[in-house]
């Protein structure tokens, strides 16, 4: 009984909740639709400009979201894109409420910035200067208008016009500029002469103001929506959904994967913590966080077509180094899903979305997919002992052969290496890790090794010509802090120099050895540097936990020369854009990129897009085995097929 009972009560507690609440109608105010110079980028001010197409059709989707208001009042000011505005989402609610212009409600006056472009200015003045222009409270433009003199004329057009309105409950509406806005939120007390500067506000998204409470939350088109589901290893993830509000219909989707062997430097992944709900792993907290992210996120076609812009928005919001506020595992998922919103948007693919947004190198047709690294014998942390240290024994081929020609041989020598561990070492040789790899009963590296040269030669291929091999050490997780030395077979202890000679010699008898992953615990900074100066020129040196896919530790590392590759996850950082920055950076310097999976994954493939679209020359994705493993095979297949017959 007592079990039934928990389980209603979690259910009332935790059901997912929806963010489509009813207006508490009082003020609603909005900026303008964009102008023909909002367009083409230029500092409007004072200048009479009127809206573009695109401008006027975010007008009249301002009026649907609005549609069950009905204005007492509507409010614009002097220029004619408010009027323009105030007048169509008027229309489209059939309300014909005269438009109160108030000219102190018009755009802050730039000066001299008048009618420049702005990207041309931040070329010759830098942006720091052009940013204090145009968002700073107390700075002006050369010859123009300060935030604090613009938030005295509206404060005091709004004290004479508006506030009596709203404090007696009518209903209004203020159409007016992103400067007289912001300067109103200032006179409200929502934001303040510091919180301003970073406040930028969307053109024609409603915003809802409480100017009792002074709190304000954006009413878009669209709406965030999340819910719990489950990762590989059956815990908690989360889904998002972009979700247009007045069809229902799904605009994309995303969820996050999470890691065993995780470094210290990753983002906070945000789990509820209460034992009693999935073992503490639940992650109904980061899903409530998505619905409130709804207040205070523009969701505009224009946003939601520019991905970087989503991920900034969740960064400024957010606020903190390590994503603790709402969650690094709710941003993945956001960022993941915003990604995919964006290319449904632009009715493209992910990979060409990203390639055209952020593309670092171009792919071409056929062979030079990104290659696979293919873990098939699981240790550590993924396999089902721990008594094998090495995390992941993974092969990788030859770069010239197609994906599908590589996916054959990676099938081949997986099921040839699982019939050889059932003969060797009994039937239970062949339960399955995490990521899909066998784990036998094997403890050393040696062992692994030599297995894997004869399931890839029984295979009739070629060891060190056809097929190579890579190790992740996931070293972190077998060094002891105090004693610094490591355990990296079972009971044998060795320090950082002795574990360089250890990989010294498996590379030295195992010349198809070509990548080494977290070799040393994510801080042993001289071993690595080591490491990285006697071998960088026989193979990749990969830096996992080591660089956490954090721009300002892959700018140090490769500065230091710590390794020679980077290992990308999106989740170890929280958002695309910056997993791509890092990457571009490693790539600059032409050195290579791995996208990889975490161990626990969900059944998306983006991260096959992401390598694609960024022109990486490898991804790690596990064993073919297991769903969410396949998944990333055959979105790599679905990508190459696509390319084949694009260019037949
Ligand atoms: C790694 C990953 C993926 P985890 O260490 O590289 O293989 O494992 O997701 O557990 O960190
Ligand atoms: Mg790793």
Known sequence: MMHFYYATKTLQIYSNRTLYK?????????????????????????????????????????????????????????????????????RVQNNNVAITQIPDFRERDYGDLTSKNKTELTEEFGSAQVTTWRRSFRESPPNGENLEQVTKRVGDAYQKHVQQLVSTGKNVLIVAHGNSLRALFVHLGIKNPVTIEKFEIGTAVPIQIDPVNMKFRYENAYELSSYQIIDSRGYPSLEVQCVDRRTKRVLGKGSTPSGASCGSTEVCELRDGDKDLYHGKSVFGAVDKISELNEHFVLSKKTMSNLSKCDEQFIALDGTEMKTKYGGNTSTALSFCMANTAANLMNQELYEYITDHYGVRTTEVGCNLPTPFVNIINGGKHGVTEDLKIQEFMIFAREDLSTSQQIRLYCEIYHTLKNLLVEKYGEQAKSIGDEGGFCPPIYSAEEALTIIEEAIEKSNYNVGKDVFI??????????????????????KFVNSEELVDYYGDLIAKHPALKSIEDGFHESDYEAWKLFTCKFADKLMIVGDDLFTTNPKLIKQGLEEQWANTLLLKVNQIGTITEAIQGAKMVMDTGNEVIVSHRSGETNHAYIIDIAVGIGAKYVKIGSPCRGERVAKFNRLLEIEHKLLNLHA
Request: glycine share 6%; proline share 0%; hydrophobic share 40%.
């Open 22 to 90: 009813s207006f508490r109608m009082v003020l609603i105010i909005l900026r303008h639709g964009e102008s023909e110079w909002n367009k083409l980028n230029k500092f409007t001010g004072l200048i009479d400009i009127e809206l573009s197409d695109g401008g006027k059709q975010e007008a009249i989707s301002a009026g649907e979201i609005l549609r069950g208001c009905r204005f007492d009042h509507i409010f614009s000011s002097n220029l004619a894109r408010t009027i323009q505005t105030a007048e169509i989402i008027a």
């Open 470 to 491: 890579a190790l992740d050490c996931a070293a972190s997780e077998f060094y002891n802090t105090e004693t610094k030395m490591y355990e990296i077979e079972k009971d």
